[in-house]
């Protein structure tokens, strides 16, 4: 089972990230962090909003 991994995004009035957090700090939460850098959202409804990304991995059984 892969392990689950939390981001936590701080972002600006302009909606681009200036803070990050993440758990656990494994390479493979190294990994997703790093593939998803580089994003802007909308403008928030305030400056210092946070944003969570929360990914749960679940092994799926396909029967054939």
């Known amino acids: 089972k892969l392990p ?3 981001l936590l995004y701080r972002i600006n009035q ?3 990230p200036v803070e990050e957090l993440l758990h656990p700090e494994s ?3 190294i990994c997703i962090r790093d593939g998803i850098r580089g ?4 403008p928030p ?10 990914l749960e ?5 396909i029967r054939h």
């Open 14 to 16: 302009e909606g681009d």
């Open 27 to 29: 390479a493979f939460g």
């Open 57 to 61: 991995f679940r092994e799926r059984v």
């Open 39 to 42: 994003f802007t959202l909308t």
């Open 4 to 6: 689950d991994v939390l």
């Open 45 to 54: 409804p305030f400056p210092d909003y946070w944003v969570e990304i929360d």
